[in-house]
């Protein structure tokens, strides 16, 4: 159980386009979902975190108008990044926090978005 | 503020032990232990929610030292299959950051035959 499914897994755009990454918790809730940026060789940073029907949470540093994050559902939230630039190319990861779980439990990550912009 | 891990890197013959510790500035309330290989998400490998608490499966456990607000995971008789970055997450007590985990900057574990 505990499966997070994220897409695309590989994305590559011109610069100026926007781009969309869904992450999907399959068998489980997910109340809150967090969004991660990863450069290579270097360790998980936390860009947001998105919790169903409200808005976003962003960390210090993070562009809001930049990295829109939508969680329509308990299932469902999307990072759409707009007019990306090649400085925004980077590993994107989801994870997942079960509904009421702040225990037993470790969050599952969504197998990540390669975004490449050109 | 970010968990400090050590050490950043260590190789191994299989069959070998390692330790990687992860200690916080802060008070913790739980503490993560993921695994990732290259390219991929990272894999949960346990979480350790009680001063002293200590778990484990198979040949890896951890321990947790809310008074020193540290963890520790210890890998026995290490096998191939044990390389990858190892990440600890904190997630802190009290305040607003329910359940937000900050990473650790990784421990790159390689295990040679």
Partial sequence: GAVVSQHPSRVICKSGTSVKIECRSLDFQATTMFWYRQFPKKSLMLMATSNEGSKATYEQGVEKDKFLINHASLTLSTLTVTSAHPEDSSFYICSAKRQGQRTRYGYTFGSGTRLTVV | ?113
């Fill in chain 2, 1 to 113: 503020q970010q968990p400090v891990q050590s050490p950043q890197a260590v190789i191994l013959r299989e069959g070998e032990d390692a330790v990687i510790n992860c200690s916080s500035s802060k008070a913790l309330y739980s503490v993560h232990w993921y695994r990732q290989k290259h390219g991929e998400a990272p894999v949960f490998l346990m979480i350790l929610l009680k001063g002293g608490e200590q778990k484990g499966h198979d040949k890896i456990s951890a321990s947790f030292n809310e008074k020193k607000q540290q963890s520790s995971l210890y890998l026995t008789a290490s096998q191939l299959s044990y390389s990858g970055t190892y990440f600890c997450g904190t997630d802190p007590a009290g305040g607003t950051s329910y359940g937000k985990l900050t990473f650790g900057q990784g421990t790159i574990l390689t295990v040679h035959p």
